[in-house]
């Protein structure tokens, strides 16, 4: 899941279309997952969140898939809109650090929205 | 309310410079709080993170230092800046639980340009 020494990824898609976002983690010990979106010159903020004992979680038009068999998370965009582009990060939290707190974050990838 | 401020935005410094980039949070007690760095085009790396006035502990090896003075102020400083240390710092703080959404909250960052 570390970032550094990668360069980020593009998913291009159409407005009204769903857009599905990957994330590889590296630690089978991590134990929670959350997505941020980050637009340009502005802080992460947080989208949605999934405990390593379930496979799926939904919000309001967003959908998080985990597949701790491959070490795969998956952030699912529905009906995607020009306030979409950004660019995502997935982040883990390894077992054993709820207290200090600290994100390992993964690579990120920018989603452009094309109107 | 909770909130975090960030200063400044902008940053442009000499090679060799010392740095200073201040944190500060209102509205919470005893809040862990972290340094990330973002290079351009890539993800957040964490730099340092403190549960407590001086405490510091530092993820990296880097031209970097963090202190804790008082509870709720967190500064990343350099003695000599190198072209490297040019990106997005971005601080976080964490609250004590609960914490919903991890309990995560960005500032908007500093852009520093080594030059």
């Known amino acids: 899941g570390e970032s550094v020494g990668l360069h980020l990824p593009t998913l291009s898609v159409q407005e009204g279309d769903n857009s599905i976002i990957n994330c590889a983690y590296s630690?089978?010990?991590?134990?929670?997952f959350i997505w941020y979106k980050q637009e340009s010159g502005k802080g992460p903020q947080f989208i949605i969140d999934i405990r390593s004992n379930m496979d799926k979680r939904q919000g309001q038009r967003v959908t998080v898939l985990l597949n701790k068999t491959v070490k795969h998370l998956s952030l699912q965009i529905a009906a995607t809109q020009p306030g979409d582009s950004a660019v995502y990060f997935c982040?883990?939290?390894?077992?054993?650090?709820?207290?200090?707190?600290?994100?390992?974050f993964g690579q990120g990838t920018t989603l452009q929205v094309k109107p | 309310s909770q909130t975090i401020h960030q200063w400044p935005a902008t940053l442009v410094q000499p090679v060799g410079s010392p740095l200073s980039l201040e944190c500060t949070v209102e509205?919470?007690?005893?809040?862990?709080l972290y340094w990330y760095r973002q290079a351009a085009g890539r993800g957040l790396q964490l730099l340092f993170y403190s549960v407590g006035i001086g405490q510091i502990s530092s993820e990296v090896p880097q031209n970097l230092s963090a202190s804790r003075p008082q509870d709720r102020q967190f500064i990343l400083s350099s003695k000599k800046l190198l072209l490297s240390d040019s990106g997005f710092y971005l601080c976080?703080?964490?609250?004590?639980?609960?914490?919903?959404?991890?309990?995560?909250?960005f500032g908007s960052g500093t852009r520093l340009t080594v030059v």
């Open positions: 976080a703080w964490r609250g004590p639980p609960p914490r919903p959404n991890y309990g995560y909250t």
């Open positions: 630690n089978s010990a991590s134990d929670y």
């Open positions: 509205g919470t007690s005893n809040p862990n």
């Open positions: 982040a883990e939290v390894l077992h054993g650090s709820s207290n200090t707190g600290k994100l390992i």
